[in-house]
């Protein structure tokens, strides 16, 4: 009887264990959300919605979403009750870890970037509040990371060496005059609408504008 009751403990924590991965919106829903790159510290997606697109149950932990267009979404929650969310174009917002539905109920696509947080609880990294050389309009703020809206003066420049004690995810809102070259790696100079790269804390760096005009970014910074 014993080892019968064992064996029901393992098979139900295996069903468990199956059903909760099988929430994982990039498992049970890849035509909508793709993977962009993933470390210990974050998992990025891509998110694409046609109008009228619809997708099926899943989770995300705490998470920023940065709007590549404007979009409005209906949110249904696992107790049936629904929620429509408006995002502005190039705007962001900070949700927290939660199970949903969601369905494209507005007139054009969804083309979004989703930060999801891996680590357990946020860190205690002080963020910053201005760069030299750059603007900071913050988009969103929530307990783990804020989003600011950069602008990058034809100025601006961090020198080879820098570090900081807070993660970064850089996302491009178009081509760029920025050069980023992360851990000795050969700089990214040329950059499209959504590419993301990842900075992470105290990791030595080199950023500079070599466009001789401003460049314009969604930078997320990571406590």
């Not at 993977?35 to 990025?44: G, H, I």
């Not at 959504?194 to 804390?201: A, H, K, L, S, T």
């Amino acid at each position: 009887m014993k080892a019968f009751q064992a064996l029901s403990v393992v098979a139900l924590a295996l069903l468990w264990s199956g059903s909760a991965m099988a929430q994982d919106a990039v498992k049970v829903d890849p035509a909508h959300y793709k993977l962009v790159m993933e470390n210990a510290s974050v998992r990025v997606l891509r998110v694409s919605y046609a109008p009228g697109a619809k997708s099926i149950m899943h989770q995300h932990p705490d998470a920023i979403v940065i709007a590549l267009s404007a979009s409005k979404v209906r949110f249904t929650l696992p107790d049936k009750t629904a929620q429509d969310s408006d995002l502005a174009l190039e705007s962001a917002m900070y949700t927290p870890a939660g199970t949903h539905l969601p369905t494209n109920v507005g007139p054009g696509p969804v083309d979004a970037i989703l930060i999801e947080f891996k680590t357990p609880a946020a860190g205690k990294a002080a963020l910053p509040t201005s760069r030299p050389g750059m603007t900071l309009k913050m988009l969103a703020e929530g307990p783990r990371a804020t989003a600011f809206r950069s602008t990058a003066a034809p100025t601006f420049a961090e020198p080879a060496g820098s570090k900081h004690d807070f993660d970064q995810v850089v996302i491009a809102l178009g081509p760029s005059p920025l050069s980023l070259s992360i851990d000795g790696k050969p700089a990214k100079t040329t950059w499209a609408r959504g590419d993301v790269q990842f900075i992470g804390r105290g990791v030595a760096h080199e950023a500079k504008n070599t466009g001789g005009k401003p460049g314009d970014m969604i930078i997320v910074v990571i406590k």
